[in-house]
């Protein structure tokens, strides 16, 4: 079965930051499971969403101390 329903950026984001209700987490598993696609997508917006987490250093420096 084929499954090109597309998911919310902001569920996927509850999902990961284990805010997610039963009910969206289960959302999230029947998109995953829908298709290879997904898992896909899934794998490469986390390991995005975890390097951003590695911005935060950033927003730390400030710039204009001498």
Do not use: C, P
Request: proline content about 0%; overall charge negative.
């Amino acid at each position: 079965m084929e499954n090109k329903a597309t998911i919310s950026e902001h569920l996927l984001v509850a999902y990961w930051t284990d805010s997610a209700s039963t009910e969206e987490r289960q959302e999230v598993e029947n998109w995953l499971a829908g298709n290879e696609e997904n898992q896909d997508l899934f794998d490469q917006w986390k390991r995005v969403w975890e390097q951003s987490e590695s911005l935060k250093d950033f927003e730390a420096i400030d710039v204009e101390a001498r």
